[in-house]
């Protein structure tokens, strides 16, 4: 039992870590029915509604397939690492960066080992990570901060994606000319045509079905709790082992960094001194604070103390570059690789670290010039 409750804490650290503050700000500031008003339920509904259909639609094999009738079509290296890199700058922005990168680092690690390009495994899995972290900032639904900072703002769609249009713009450029760079891109390359995914259509559309409806909520067209009965009902029908496969632990994170930041919301002298340090730093604090806590819990905590909420938009994106838990999405790509090769973590780390600084710096750069 206690050596549950240690893989739990060690798998789940920013969980506890989240717990552990609210639990603390509750002896500060005694629980309440206030409580409930610090939660943002929408965003909650939301995000558990998208959670619910990615995973139904990753287990019918849509996204493999799309993948492989891609792969199917490479002549040249070049061509093979624009499509396993390029699905997940794209598909992030509709089926968030955890879901891009939990999809396509191992197909790309068994596409590499196919066609004998083990040696582009690194580099491969380094850009697929920066990918799916960029890609995603383009959309609300994209990942969990924007959909929150979406909600919280009172922005339209449109103006969503103007603000990170620039950014999500270059970030495509580099990542185009990162893959120019590589060795021995121009060789032939050979990846079998067969495609192995299993696909189960009548689900599958079901499940496309219920993405409309959720992305009907996030347009401001429909009630969450409307579109989350009819997903959870349909689901617990059609296929109810999908709902195991939801990570239900990042909406205990976000409930518990909810109560946090709203206790420390009315401690004056903390509200205060936090104001003053992130006003008019949204950008610059949103991207130090996502290296030491990760920019979803950056972007929970910073939201209470600022109304720019476009400048924190813009930080705690470009914040999930950098280090590897700057976004915890990027743990994914490295414990894919780690378990597969063990031997090539260190390697990986460093790859990993340059390359995310390097994005890093030349995105801060088009933040300062762009105001």
Known sequence: MIQRVIEF???????????VLAVASAFVVPPSAEY??????????????????MA?????????????????????????????????????????????????????????EKSQKQDLLI????????????????????????????????????????VMLPYTGISLALL???ILLLKGKKEAVIVSNKAESALDMKKILVYLMLFVLAFLVV????????????????????????LKDVDYCLLLTFISFFVFTGNMGNIPVIKNALQQLVEGREVLIGVLSSQAISNVPAALLLSGFTSDYKALLVGVNLGGLGTLIAS??????????????????????????????????????????IK
């Open 328 to 369: 915890m999405a990027s743990l994914i790509s490295y414990k894919i690789l780690a378990n597969k090769y063990n031997d090539k973590k260190g390697k990986y780390f460093l790859w990993f670290t340059l390359a995310n600084i390097g994005f890093l710096v030349i995105l801060m750069i088009l933040n300062v010039l």
């Open 56 to 112: 139904g639609l990753q287990k019918n094999g849509l996204f493999d397939a799309l993948g492989e009738a891609l792969l199917s079509r490479t002549k040249k290296v070049w061509q093979l690492v624009v499509v396993l890199v390029m699905l997940c700058f794209f598909l992030s922005m509709a089926i968030t960066n955890d879901v891009a990168l939990i999809t396509f680092v191992p197909f790309a690690v068994v596409a590499l």
């Open 36 to 53: 409930w008003g610090y939660i943002d339920w929408h965003v909650l509904g939301v995000l558990l509604s998208l959670m619910i259909v």
């Open 123 to 162: 580099p491969v899995v380094v850009l697929q990570t920066i990918a799916a972290n960029l890609g995603s900032m383009l959309t609300p639904i994209g990942n969990p901060q924007n959909l929150y900072l979406y909600n919280l703002s009172g922005m339209n769609i449109g103006e969503f994606i103007l």
């Open 219 to 242: 347009l401001k067209v429909l009630p969450f709790e409307v579109v989350l009965g009819i997903t959870l009902v349909v689901v617990f029908f059609m296929e109810r082992k999908v």
């Open 9 to 19: 804490c060690k798998k789940e650290v920013v969980l506890v870590v989240a717990t």
């Open 176 to 178: 185009l000319a990162s």
